[in-house]
């Protein structure tokens, strides 16, 4: 009877948790800034993920060399 009752507890447990972490809106997995929009909330906002393209993720300036004789060194 007790084995029953632990396998049944466990059973219930993980799908406790299984309902728990899962979202019915989940949060945007990136956020491409749209430095053109009025609205600043908390920074600037997100541009529709439809009009976001592949230029918006690439910099072309890492080979440049920087100034790195501040404090932090970077």
């Known amino acids: 009877m007790a084995r029953h009752n632990i396998m049944i507890l466990s059973l219930l447990t993980i799908t406790s948790t299984l309902v728990i972490a899962f979202e019915s809106s989940p949060l945007r997995d990136f956020c491409v800034a749209d430095p053109t929009s009025s609205a600043l909330v908390n ?31 970077s």
Not at 43 to 72: M, Q, R, W, Y
């Open 43 to 73: 920074g600037l906002a997100c541009l529709d993920s439809k009009i976001v393209e592949a230029n918006h993720f690439f910099f072309s300036g890492l080979h440049l060399l920087g100034n790195t004789s501040n404090p932090v060194g």
